[in-house]
């Protein structure tokens, strides 16, 4: 073997994995203060093996004034009080990995909180302007993406909340900066990286305006930030370059890239990273001919993760309705590439209500309830009093889905196994008003969208059915997988 294929090889695991996402502040509380913490994680491992996905991603853990829910980090190398200790991490680790469970953490290299000593003791590693904002940029969460600095009269670019300001990525010592926090990481033995906001490392460096926006863009972007096409906010024509300095500090690891863009303008940046989000089933219309050719397209393209649903937006079960679950599931579990499956979504949790006032002023609460258990009033999340409100653990909990072979839970289970069965080929070979068929090497799955039964597409005999019957019939609102016989 080559050197270079071994150490891709560390890697491999990632292309087809199926990753669980953990939001740590609101999964499992073991110590009363009603926010999640790395041991409730430790502890939970059993259930996530039994579940059968290949590896987590930990949202942020790290010190944070929590402006942003975690993405504001004020220390990019700690974990935040609040969620454990370094050694807690470590615990969780070793027992991941001796589990085979893999661990990604999330890497937030475009911008830190404005608390982290960085901002105070490394000024020239931030963007800045003086005499007011340079031009017409705004932030993704409203409002101009510049804000005056009270402390030297100074404006500071961020492209997100003024709580967040952006690295300069064109400055060498950010990047080695970036490249010390992944050492780190990577010497206590995680198996990846998912990178936050790529797309935001590298601007235009004459900071020339933004293009007033001609149309909708093809992902849904917030109203005011959507009046314009962020053409040098974002991603200019070097960014790829930035990225590649990310790939080599990661090494051999996974690097998953978030980079919010239609899954078409993904190509510039794939070739960089094991896999890209594919955002388009969050938006899509929910029928198999807007589906088809999304799937089609990020087919073509490879090393895509597919998504239903995360901590930014809403849930499908509130999206989609309950009674397209099922579907999507096997969608989301069939298809070529990765799968990242939203902590809750195997049980259904609908969105929350939030809480007044909100944390997240960009109104994503709703998304980030905590787990369901059981069926006590905290739903088993903590002893104490969570910090957002479990939404229905008397409906819906981890105990009751897994005692119901019918479990929305149970199909979730049975689809894991079964796509450790699928070969490589991904093929359409049928489409129409209500009817999504696609090959997976041996295998052919029949996706339903519609409200009347239909026979399942292909030949072979059944090895799975949303409804856990035994006939080839892609039931409504359902999906049915064949296998060719002696295969
Ligand atoms: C994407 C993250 O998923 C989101 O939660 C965060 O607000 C932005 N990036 C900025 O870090």
């Known amino acids: 073997m080559t050197v270079e294929a071994g150490l891709l090889d560390r890697r491999s695991w990632v292309s087809n994995a199926a990753i669980y996402q953990i939001y740590p502040r609101s999964f499992q509380d073991t110590d009363g203060d009603g926010v999640g913490d790395l041991e409730g994680i430790r502890r939970r491992l059993p259930y996530l093996r039994s579940l059968g996905v290949d590896g987590i991603w930990l949202s942020p853990i790290y010190p944070s004034p929590l402006a942003d829910g975690g993405y504001d980090i004020s220390d990019h190398s700690a974990v935040d009080p609040v969620l454990g200790t370094l ?3 470590d615990a969780l680790l070793t027992q991941a990995q001796t589990s085979r469970l893999k661990v990604l953490l999330d890497l937030v290299p475009s911008h830190t909180s404005i ?28 409002g101009p993406a510049w804000s005056k600095d009270e402390h030297t009269g100074r404006w500071y670019l961020h492209s997100f909340y003024r709580e967040q300001p952006d690295l300069n990525w064109r400055h060498p010592e950010v990047q080695e900066a970036i490249g010390q926090v992944m050492a780190f990481w990577l010497a206590r033995g995680v ?56 790939r080599r500090y990661a090494r051999e690891v996974a690097l998953v890239g978030e980079l919010y863009r239609p899954t078409e303008e993904l190509k510039r940046f794939v070739n960089h990273f094991d896999l890209a989000f594919a955002f388009e089933f969050l938006f899509a219309q929910w029928h198999p001919r807007a589906i088809a050719p ?10 895509i993760a597919w998504v239903l649903s995360n901590h930014d937006f809403s849930r499908p079960a509130s999206r989609l309705g309950e009674e397209n679950l099922r579907l999507a599931a096997t969608l989301l579990l069939t298809l070529p590439g990765a799968a990242f499956i939203y902590q809750g979504d195997e049980l259904g949790l609908r969105d929350g209500p939030g809480i007044h006032p ?8 709703g998304a980030r309830h905590p787990m369901q258990w059981d069926a006590t009033p905290t739903g088993g999340f903590s002893s104490g009093r969570p910090w957002l409100p479990p939404v229905d653990p008397e409906h819906r909990n981890v105990e009751a889905a897994v005692a119901d072979p019918h479990s929305l839970l149970t199909l979730y289970r049975r689809l894991l196994a079964l796509r450790r ?17 696609y090959r997976r090497g041996q295998h052919t799955v029949t996706l339903n969208f519609g409200e009347e039964a239909r026979g399942a597409v292909g030949e072979g005999v059944v090895v799975l059915s949303s409804e856990a019957e035994s006939q080839p019939v892609a039931p409504p609102r359902g999906a049915v997988i064949l296998q060719r016989e002696g295969a």
């Open 358 to 365: 909100p944390f997240d002023r960009a109104g994503r609460d």
């Open 87 to 89: 050694a807690d991490f």
């Open 421 to 437: 069965s699928f070969g490589g080929e991904f093929e359409i070979v049928f489409v129409d008003e209500s009817v999504l068929a």
């Open 191 to 246: 198996d990846g990286f998912r990178v936050d906001a790529v797309d935001r490392l590298a601007k235009d460096p004459d900071l020339r305006d933004d293009h007033p926006a001609t149309g909708p863009w093809l992902l849904p972007l917030p109203p005011e930030y959507g009046t314009l096409r962020h053409v040098h906010s974002r991603d200019a024509e070097d960014a790829h370059e930035l990225v590649e300095v990310l």
């Open 294 to 303: 999304i799937v089609e397209s990020a087919a073509r393209l490879g090393r």
């Open 115 to 142: 608390e982290h000593p960085w901002f105070r003791e490394h000024p020239e590693w931030y963007v800045w302007a003086d005499g007011g904002p340079p031009n017409n940029w705004l932030s993704a969460f409203g």
